[in-house]
């Protein structure tokens, strides 16, 4: 009678369990993330010839809403939804990420990510701006993956390269090729059948210490940029991130990329079709690319600063060129729930003989209500 109690009691404790586990798995985290921008610069020439801060305007930049859980044991969801600024009138609510992500229980230790997703092209382009330590988007990543970045509907699959003690990821992915078109300027209306993209990154994850590591990445995407040509184009990204934590309260993080681009092109950059000795169109080999590279110092856990280069050309022809440096501040109190960051960014573009400068201030607000923290140390 005593064993048939215990067992009666033993199989309402199991069933509050799978209870408190089903109940955990259909409520998913849920985060909501504003960014505000407060933004001057002295790109607008005055009558005399010489320039002047303008006034200071507020923006909505975004609001990321994050639905994230665990659907089982194997398997999690991550949907981000974004409203998305500066004309407050007229904002919509958008779909900015939606997937399904197989952890385990596939053979050869497989993860397949399904939905549409920020693809794992480089560093930079898997975080959402709020991630970043600085306010503005690195150049060549906005002149070359367009600025929402690659983020595309696909299927990527990722496993585990056997490389002894070194921690070594391979990632590749079929991609619808959506937003290579958009990144491009174009949007297609050809009708034709949609042109996929594919993508791969190879990244090594070395430890040099007992506080520093090491993190290398080599990538290659390819798509069809031009869809009334049809003209193909190839990417190829080198990335690194070296960071070094001595303490909870303290840490260095050095980072960059490089990105080289290849690519058939019907015209320039500034839309002119290109012709042969005789004036008929042809098409041309275009090589150009870009880099960032930047340095953040995290002191006293809340504070951080940096400094970041940027140098890019443009996709379509190395006769425009833009170079500059961005100057960075953060300050993230209360746990990082609420993130107020400074940056001064100097800018010079080369387009067609000219020269053109322009220096911009921006103070950006934001914070997080939510597990999904509005800046991650």
């Not at 053979?107 to 306010?135: C, S």
């Not at 993956?145 to 391979?170: A, I, M, R």
Request: charged share 20%.
């Amino acid at each position: 009678m005593r064993l048939h109690h215990a067992g009666a009691v033993s199989a309402l404790v199991l069933l509050a369990g799978a209870e408190t586990v089903a109940q955990t798995t259909i409520n998913p985290d849920i985060t909501v993330i504003p960014r505000f921008l407060v933004v001057t610069d002295d790109g607008q020439k005055l009558d005399e010839g010489t320039r002047e801060f303008s006034t200071p305007d507020l923006q909505f930049q975004e609001m990321e809403i994050g639905l994230q859980g665990y659907l089982n044991p194997y398997a999690r969801a991550d949907i981000f939804l974004a409203v998305k600024g500066p004309d407050l009138e007229s904002i919509s609510l958008g779909l900015e990420e939606a997937y399904l992500t197989i952890l385990r229980g596939l053979p050869l230790d497989l993860n397949v990510r399904l939905g549409k997703y920020r693809v794992e092209f480089g560093k930079l382009n898997m975080l959402h701006p709020h991630a970043w330590p600085f306010v503005s988007q690195p150049l060549v990543q906005g002149r070359f993956l367009g600025e929402e970045g690659l983020n595309d509907l696909g299927v990527s699959l990722s496993t585990l390269v056997p490389t002894g003690e070194v921690y070594t990821k391979l990632t590749l992915d079929l991609l619808r090729g959506a937003s290579v078109t958009e990144a491009a300027g174009m949007e297609d209306t050809t009708d034709g059948a949609m042109p996929y993209a594919a993508s791969g990154r190879l990244s090594s994850f070395f430890t040099l210490g007992s506080s520093t590591d090491l993190e290398v990445g080599l990538s290659a995407l390819t798509g069809i940029h031009d869809p009334y040509a049809h003209e193909r184009f190839w990417y190829g990204n080198l990335d690194f991130k070296l960071k070094t934590r001595p303490d909870s309260y303290t840490s260095l993080t050095v980072q960059g990329e490089f990105l080289v681009n290849t690519r058939s092109a019907a015209a320039s950059s500034a839309g002119e079709p290109f012709l042969d000795g005789e004036g008929n169109p042809e098409s041309r080999r275009i090589t150009t690319g870009g880099a960032y590279l930047f340095a953040d110092y995290q002191f006293e856990k809340i504070f951080d600063v940096g400094a970041r280069l940027d140098w890019s050309e443009s996709p379509t022809g190395a006769d425009e060129r833009t170079r500059g440096f961005a100057l960075f501040f953060g300050y993230y109190p209360v746990e990082e729930t609420v993130g107020l960051r400074l940056e001064y960014q100097h800018l010079l573009t080369e387009s067609a003989g000219t020269t053109q400068s322009v220096n911009v201030i921006g103070l950006q607000v934001m914070f997080s209500l939510g597990p999904h923290r509005a800046h991650a140390f």
